[in-house]
């Protein structure tokens, strides 16, 4: 028998190519994608937008028929709706993060035929933790960097909670920065910002070491992995790390990356002789951008809270261990694209599109 999927966040960068890949499929019968209004413009065949919200009501803020209608026929739920925005308060992310899923935990457990619940996560539910974090850890006191991190650890010790009574499956993931063919960024996020204030020699420095490891996928293999998780190979009960594994660029690595395709793909921004940012320790960067505050310059203030809620996340150098995910794909066949070989691509696609034209929402990532 076909599945059929409720799909939350479905306008995100991970749901719209997720959304994609799963009607595609012959054996899903179709996807309901979560969507505000009527945000989801020339959606795939077999793709069905339904109008709601998951921090609306155990419902999801939809119609009466359209809930009944998903709650008689869905199969799986992959949760992938969150609100990213790492500037949010604390009640703010709560109220998206922890409570949406509530909800979406809520609807599931109404659903007769629910054979699965997929939930989206992020490798930075370790926080501020330092070193090897595996993907069967998740408890820590160690604090976190911003209120998206640890929303979304309550969000993984509620989901815990329920996978005595719901089959759950957690997936993990890594920062998604593009396509690893085309380069192509469907939504924006802080890194590509923060690449848009190197550019413009806006950022004159970044906290970290050195040696700190930076973790980027792309999302052409962030949506395969999910695919399959989802589809083949749901493992109810387990958590695994979508992420680069040992394939990551340390921050040094990561700016000259940068600043050699800066050069080749806009051969002008050589005659500007921008600086690589230094890389300096936390209370350095914290001087820094409290004497930005103190001076009232309005770009550099503007700048710095661009990266001042994600990029501390450096200071505290951690590796994402990816074995149990790596042994599932391998069987699978599903290989993950180098680093080094698709990031140049994403760049000449920041730079020749103008970091695309402003033209896409950054706000909130999904339902």
Known sequence: MNDTILLTGATGMVGQALASLLARRRDVAAVFALVHGSDYPSPPEKVIPVSGDVTASRNLGMEEDACREVLDRTTLVVHAAADTRFSNSLDEARSANLDGTKNVLALSSRCPRLK?????STVHVAGR????????????????????????????LLLREHMGRLPISVLRLSTVLGSSTSGEVHRLGAIHHALRLYYNSLAPMIPGTPESAVDL???????AVIEHFAMEGFLPGRTFHICGG?????????LEFTHQAFLRYRPSWRKRAIEMPAIVDLPTFELFAHSVEEVGDSVLMSSVATIRHFAPQLAYPKTF??????EVLLRAGISRPRLRDFYPNVVRWLVETGWGE???DTEMAST
């Open 116 to 120: 699965g619940f997929v939930a989206l």
């Open 358 to 360: 402003h033209a896409f």
């Open 129 to 156: 933790r330092i070193g090897t974090i595996r993907e069967d850890e998740l408890h820590h006191n160690a604090g976190f960097v911003n209120s998206y991190e640890q929303s979304k650890y309550e969000t993984e």
């Open 321 to 326: 261990i990816d074995a149990e995910c790596k």
């Open 246 to 254: 040992e394939d990551v660029l340390s921050i040094t690595e990561l």
């Open 217 to 223: 996928i792309s999302i052409d293999y962030a949506a």
